[in-house]
């Protein structure tokens, strides 16, 4: 069973930075798949903000991140990072990091019903 593990979640003031990551585990190698990282802020639905086909790096960025948020994979570490610049309040949320295989959801990162596994989340609050 693929297992995803996030972390480097945090509190952080506004226009300040953090680096999510989502390392695989269970004897998989992400390879074929589709990772996202999604977020669910208090009382409104999940969304997609950034996704990448870990085959060959081609990206995704939702509108409200592009220019601040940056998508990696670490082919060494079968790790998929998220750098977070220039944080708003309205960043706030739990990130979660999700994966299917590419032939099942092609490029799709929207709000994740698609993927079937899940990390467990990491907060994310930016308040001053």
């Known amino acids: 069973q693929l297992q995803l593990v996030e972390s480097g979640g945090g509190l952080v003031q506004p226009g300040g930075s953090l680096r999510l990551s989502c390392a695989a585990s269970?004897?998989?190698?992400?390879?074929?798949?589709?990772i996202g990282w999604f977020r669910q802020a208090p009382g409104k639905e999940r969304e997609g903000v950034s996704c990448i086909s870990y085959s060959d790096g081609n990206s995704y960025y939702d509108d409200s991140v592009k220019g601040r948020f940056t998508i990696s994979r670490d082919n060494a570490k079968n790790t998929v990072h998220l750098q977070i610049d220039s944080l708003k309040p309205e960043d706030t949320a739990v990130y979660y990091c999700?994966?299917?295989?590419?032939?099942?959801?092609?490029?799709?990162?929207?709000?994740?019903?698609?993927?079937?596994?899940w990390g467990q989340g990491t907060q994310v609050t930016v308040s001053s």
């Open positions: 999700a994966a299917e295989p590419q032939v099942v959801v092609g490029s799709t990162c929207n709000g994740g019903r698609e993927y079937h596994y």
């Open positions: 269970g004897g998989f190698t992400l390879d074929s798949y589709y």
